[in-house]
Nanobody, 114 residues
């Protein structure tokens, strides 16, 4: 399985971005998916996840601002990020939840200017 994340960029604080993650393979709908992020000098953390049945988890610091969704027909997971803060700046990755070490892709860089 390959996971291709996109949609990152430079945005001012308070702005929005929508990340997308397209998966290869035919079993996408069976698995829980997650968005993770890693800022310089920090550990990679789970930001949000969405189960195969639709259950959703958010990191406390993004709850109410970020929305995770999935389109099984397009094998795509989305992360709508609103009211972005400088502390949201990081490389964002998608992976299964829990993550598989061999599924990490390049990620997409989100930069938030204050």
């Amino acid at each position: 399985v390959q996971l291709q994340a996109s949609g990152g960029g430079l945005v001012q604080a308070g702005g929005s971005l929508r990340l997308s993650c397209v998966a290869s393979g035919s079993t996408f709908s069976r698995y829980d998916m997650g968005w993770y992020r890693q800022a310089p000098g920090t550990l990679r953390e789970l930001v949000a996840s969405i189960g195969s049945g639709g259950s959703i988890y958010y990191l406390d610091s993004v709850a109410g601002r970020f929305t995770i969704s999935r389109d099984n027909g397009k094998k795509t997971t989305y992360l709508q990020m609103n009211s972005l803060k400088p502390e949201d700046a990081a490389v964002y990755y998608c992976n299964r939840s829990p993550a598989r070490y061999d599924f990490w892709g390049q990620g997409t860089l989100v930069t938030v200017s204050s």
